[in-house]
């Protein structure tokens, strides 16, 4: 709805914005010297001229909101909004938080030096670790965060499913600086996911080929350095990058090794840190044979935090490739998952195809199919994965 405004260069709008975005539109305005009106002007503007609008907000509760615009933007922009079938509260919530995300506080600086760490893992193989960790990563990158995504696995699925080439043998990688043989600063290394979808907020650390020694370099490495612990690998090299980014995801091999030790430590709760901040992200598929793999991952975790006093989050299960035709086996898997309680099940993901054909197009999920199930699921993903 609009109405005149006094000196008749505006109009008064009134629309519903969820209170989180108010409040933050209502800050970063003020740190930037500017009027709301003028704020949210600029939003709907970058919006409507996107070719690539961001994903889904939660409006779930959005509260009346009004404001002053130019005559006809907001005509122009609810015709925006249904071209690209979404609500009017929906459109004007993408474009509040890009904009915020485009507009960053002055006041911030870089992100906080402790970013949140999702680790993905599982010791079997094909379990979907790897669409997991891209699902989640992007879907943290569209809601505004700067992202760091670690191909951690030396098969370097993640890698080629991006469109990123593995590093080659001995060259600066990510398990070189592990080891201590790093040959320049890691962040030269990462690369930018280049889709206007992500804001240059996405950022992948490729795999290298040497990663199928790791295990062995690191064990040498602790048998020749004294007093070096194996278990910090992994934290001692990314630390350089932390304060570049707010999440971190880890796409782990498959793998009960000293490899999976490191990430595992990456993962603990550090001090002060907020319980279920960080964490393990499981994938699983409702059968037999996943279960024991999951009882083998949660007794070396366990193990791990026995043996080093850590505490390590279980930020929940992710079901997937889950297919209810496959009978009494898969259903009754599924409600075991369920069952269980702690970690709870973030999402029960189907045996579908957009990633699938995402992954033929070296393209991310939510890129290629926004709106698809998987690509929701990876925002569900995403939200329960965060306290």
Same mark, same amino acid.
């Given at each position: 709805?609009?109405?005149?405004?006094?000196?008749? #260069?505006?109009?008064?709008?009134?629309?519903?914005?969820?209170?989180?975005?108010?409040?933050?539109?209502?800050?970063?305005?003020?740190?930037?010297?500017?009027?709301?009106?003028?704020?949210?002007?600029?939003?709907?503007? #970058?919006?409507?001229?996107?070719?690539?609008?961001?994903?889904?907000?939660?409006?779930?509760?959005?509260?009346?909101?009004?404001?002053?615009?130019?005559?006809?933007?907001?005509?122009?922009?609810?015709?925006?909004?249904?071209?690209?079938?979404?609500?009017?509260?929906?459109?004007?919530?993408?474009?509040?938080? #890009?904009?915020?995300?485009?507009?960053?506080?002055?006041?911030?600086?870089?992100? &906080?030096?402790?970013?949140?760490?999702?680790?993905?893992?599982?010791?079997?193989?094909?379990?979907?670790?790897? &669409? /997991?960790?891209?699902? /989640?990563?992007?879907?943290?990158?569209?809601?505004?965060?700067?992202?760091?995504?670690?191909?951690?696995?030396?098969?370097?699925?993640?890698?080629?499913?991006?469109? /990123?080439?593995?590093?080659?043998?001995?060259?600066?990688?990510?398990?070189?600086?592990?080891?201590?043989?790093?040959?320049?600063?890691?962040?030269?290394?990462?690369?930018?996911?280049?889709?206007?979808?992500?804001?240059?907020?996405?950022?992948?650390?490729?795999?290298?080929?040497?990663?199928?020694?790791?295990?062995?370099?690191? &064990?040498?490495?602790?048998?020749?350095?004294?007093?070096?612990?194996?278990?910090?690998?992994?934290?001692?090299?990314?630390?350089?990058?932390?304060?570049?980014?707010?999440?971190?995801?880890?796409?782990?091999?498959?793998?009960?090794?000293?490899?999976?030790?490191?990430?595992?430590?990456?993962?603990?709760?550090?001090?002060?840190?907020?319980?279920?901040?960080?964490?393990?992200?499981?994938?699983?598929?409702?059968?037999?044979?996943?279960?024991?793999?999951?009882?083998?991952?949660?007794?070396?975790?366990?193990?791990?935090?026995?043996?080093?006093?850590?505490?390590?989050?279980?930020?929940?299960?992710? /079901?997937?490739?889950?297919?209810?035709?496959?009978?009494?086996?898969?259903?009754?898997?599924?409600?075991?998952?369920?069952?269980?309680?702690?970690?709870?099940?973030?999402?029960?993901?189907? #045996?579908?195809?957009?990633?699938?054909?995402?992954?033929?197009?070296?393209?991310?999920?939510?890129?290629?199919?926004?709106?698809?199930?998987? &690509?929701?699921?990876?925002?569900?993903?995403?939200?329960?994965?965060?306290?």
């Amino acid at each position: 709805m609009a109405s005149p405004y006094p000196d008749g #260069d505006r109009e008064k709008v009134a629309s519903k914005l969820p209170s989180a975005l108010q409040q933050a539109l209502k800050v970063r305005a003020a740190e930037l010297s500017l009027d709301i009106q003028d704020a949210v002007e600029a939003a709907i503007t #970058d919006w409507r001229t996107s070719d690539h609008p961001g994903g889904e907000v939660d409006t779930t509760g959005a509260k009346s909101f009004s404001t002053w615009l130019p005559p006809g933007l907001y005509e122009a922009f609810k015709t925006t909004c249904t071209d690209r079938s979404v609500s009017y509260t929906q459109g004007l919530a993408r474009s509040v938080r #890009d904009w915020l995300a485009d507009n960053p506080s002055p006041q911030a600086g870089t992100p &906080a030096a402790e970013p949140e760490r999702k680790i993905v893992c599982n010791q079997k193989g094909g379990v979907g670790k790897t &669409a /997991v960790s891209a699902g /989640v990563a992007q879907a943290y990158a569209e809601q505004g965060k700067r992202v760091l995504l670690v191909d951690y696995d030396p098969q370097g699925h993640l890698s080629e499913q991006l469109g /990123v080439p593995q590093i080659e043998p001995d060259h600066d990688s990510l398990v070189a600086h592990m080891c201590g043989e790093g040959q320049g600063e890691l962040r030269d290394l990462v690369v930018e996911i280049d889709d206007p979808r992500f804001h240059k907020r996405l950022h992948l650390l490729p795999a290298c080929f040497d990663g199928f020694l790791l295990d062995s370099r690191i &064990a040498i490495l602790s048998a020749q350095k004294r007093g070096f612990q194996k278990e910090v690998a992994l934290e001692l090299a990314l630390r350089e990058l932390e304060n570049d980014y707010d999440v971190i995801v880890i796409d782990c091999p498959p793998s009960l090794g000293i490899a999976m030790d490191a990430a595992i430590y990456y993962a603990r709760r550090r001090r002060n840190e907020k319980p279920g901040r960080s964490g393990v992200i499981i994938p699983v598929l409702s059968e037999d044979s996943s279960a024991t793999a999951y009882q083998m991952l949660d007794q070396q975790i366990q193990d791990l935090c026995e043996d080093l006093s850590l505490d390590v989050d279980y930020l929940g299960l992710v /079901v997937n490739l889950y297919d209810s035709r496959r009978g009494y086996v898969a259903t009754s898997s599924l409600e075991s998952w369920k069952a269980i309680g702690d970690p709870k099940v973030l999402a029960v993901i189907g #045996d579908l195809k957009e990633q699938r054909e995402a992954v033929r197009k070296r393209m991310p999920l939510l890129s290629y199919a926004p709106h698809s199930e998987q &690509a929701e699921a990876m925002r569900q993903v995403a939200r329960g994965a965060s306290r």
